[in-house]
Nanobody, 113 residues
Framework: QLVESGGGLVQPGGSLRLSCAAS????????MSWYRQAPGKERELVAS????????NYADSVKGRFTISRDNAKNTVYLQMNSLKPEDTAVYYC????????WGQGTQVTVSS
């Protein structure tokens, strides 16, 4: 199970930190990703991190603004989002990729003045 939290309403230029708490599987063995889906658009990959945090990848649209990290002791993955823009508005989902795939239920992020 994956449970996201930390979404909300923020003004342009602001910051949010999303969290995704995992349970029911061996978290440290899974690569983790954050996706987002805006209204009327397809779900897109935002950022990913390997199981041992040895490598991260980001969508071009968020490079330099977002940072993905994980704490295997807490079974949690994070997405620090800075310099938020209105186009970052979406439902954000975390995903665990490994032997099986798991998705969270999503958390809404709205960037608006």
């Amino acid at each position: 199970q994956l449970v996201e939290s930390g979404g909300g309403l923020v003004q342009p230029g602001g910051s949010l930190r999303l969290s995704c708490a995992a349970s029911g599987f061996t978290f440290r063995n899974y690569a983790m990703s954050w996706y987002r889906q805006a209204p009327g658009k397809e779900r897109e990959l935002v950022a990913s991190i390997t199981s041992a945090s040895s490598s991260t990848n980001y969508a071009d649209s968020v490079k330099g603004r977002f940072t993905i990290s994980r704490d295997n002791a807490k079974n949690t993955v994070y997405l620090q989002m800075n310099s938020l823009k209105p186009e970052d508005t979406a439902v954000y989902y975390c995903r665990a990729r490994g032997v099986l795939n798991y998705w969270g239920q999503g958390t809404q992020v709205t960037v608006s003045s």
